[in-house]
């Protein structure tokens, strides 16, 4: 089987998940109006982003189920798994009716929804990279797993494309549902291209030597703790990143600083572009100097530059919002690119896909909140240059664990 179909067969879940989750963030502010009806608008806001972090809480959840079926029964069956769940909730948000219309129970099913596709979602993004570098070439990993983050982008680009075609002026009011019953209707492709898949050579390697264990995720908390709380430390600073990039700008510059949506949604497009190409150059160089050397100079300059970005945004100057925007993709990009192959390599194939996916999930938890904290944090003290402080202390907080070293590092493995 070509690298090419297991590309395309591995990634496009990722599309159709950071599709749907860039909808639910740029439609917040009419999902907030029609399920979430409040005489403070900042309120009613606030309750929509609430339910846009609750999806990340099944993430933990979603990579125990799915991390275990990719250990135990292959990486092409979880994956087949998690795509055609997520198809189902984004379909019924695209139909939902609004809370005038059946009152609270549209609030309780919004809900239910966002919290099925955070369910499908964890596993699904860690899947994706495991999958594609068990394919590949192992002096490849950086690259290979800068992919799938780049395929992230690429979700993203299509969710602001079609959104922007939904609010065009002669479109009528209910036409915002339309992407997300495309977004399903992706899903039920993505099912239907990761069957004709062949399974991973690594995955299968284990199988038939027996090299699996009973409970996969026991056997990690067990033998590698150490590498489970190191991939939650990546994988948040990797969210706060990424969703102040592609949810919360969006939020910021319209609400906070009255930039008009179109001109937002434009920066932000400029923005995921670059971050589409700035993501496999990362992977590329993390090859040549290692995953950790380059994980940690985006981190430094996230810390340094991180409050410039937001006082190029308070300038409401098109111009200096998109140098803002560009920036913010390229850390963004080095980091969360980068660190896909950092994860890969923590933890061996028999538990890879378990600790990985329950790793990034507890992680999703941290960082997939952001939005919702800087928020509330302006919300709070009515000061908009809160949120570069907080992602300044998150940087702190989550790089000292690259550099701790797992001395004790040994499996005594055990056949199940």
């Not at 089987?1 to 067969?9: L, R, S």
């Not at 933990?60 to 998690?82: E, M, N, Q, W």
């Not at 993501?279 to 991180?306: E, H, Y």
């Not at 938890?365 to 928020?375: K, V, W």
Request: charged letters at 10%; aromatic letters at 14%; glycine letters at 8%.
């Amino acid at each position: 089987m070509t690298q090419k179909k297991v590309f395309i067969a591995g990634t496009i879940g990722n599309v159709i998940e950071f599709y749907d989750f860039t909808l639910y963030g740029f439609f917040a502010p009419i999902i907030a109006q029609l399920f979430f009806p409040s005489s403070d608008p900042r309120a009613a806001l606030l309750s929509t982003l609430a339910i846009f972090a609750a999806g990340f809480l099944m993430r933990p959840i979603g990579g125990i189920i799915f991390g275990h079926i990719g250990d135990k029964l292959g990486r092409k069956v979880a994956l087949s798994s998690s795509i055609l769940l997520m198809s189902f909730p984004t379909a019924i948000i695209g139909i939902l009716p609004s809370y005038d219309a059946i009152g609270i129970w549209a609030s309780i099913i919004l809900m239910v929804c966002r919290l099925s596709q955070g369910l499908s979602t964890g596993g699904e993004y860690n899947g994706a990279f495991i999958f594609l570098i068990e394919h590949g070439k192992k002096d490849n990993a950086g690259f290979l797993g800068s992919l799938v983050t780049s395929s992230c982008a690429l979700g993203a680009l299509l969710a602001v494309f079609s959104g922007l075609l939904a609010l065009r002026e002669e479109m009528p009011s209910w036409a915002w549902r339309v992407p997300f019953l495309l977004g399903s209707l992706g899903g039920i492709i993505g099912f239907y291209l990761r069957n004709k898949i062949d399974e991973s050579p690594e995955f299968l390697k284990c199988f038939h030597e027996q090299s699996t264990v009973k409970l996969p995720l026991a056997y990690a908390f067990r033998e590698d703790r150490f590498s489970i709380l190191r991939v939650i430390a990546v994988a948040t600073f990797s969210q706060v990143l990424i969703n102040t990039l592609v949810v919360y700008t969006n939020i910021y510059l319209n609400k906070n600083l009255n930039i008009p949506l179109e001109n937002v949604l434009m920066l932000n497009t400029l923005a995921l572009l670059v971050f589409t190409f700035t993501a496999p150059l990362a992977g590329f160089l993390s090859d040549k100097f290692g995953q950790i050397p380059v994980m940690f100079a985006a981190t430094c300059v996230s810390i340094a530059v991180i409050y410039p970005v937001f006082l190029l945004f308070n300038s409401k100057e098109l111009s200096s919002i998109l140098y803002a925007e560009i920036l913010l993709s390229i850390l963004a990009a080095s980091y969360a690119g980068t660190s896909n192959a950092f994860i890969y390599k923590s933890f061996p194939p028999f538990f890879r896909y378990s600790g990985s996916a329950f790793s990034y999930g507890v992680g999703g938890i941290l960082g997939g909140a952001t939005p919702f904290i800087l928020s509330y944090l302006i919300y709070l003290t009515g000061n908009t240059m809160m949120p570069p402080l907080y992602i300044i202390v998150c940087s702190f907080v989550c790089t000292a664990p690259l550099f701790l070293k797992n001395k004790n590092k040994q499996y005594s493995f055990s056949y199940s």
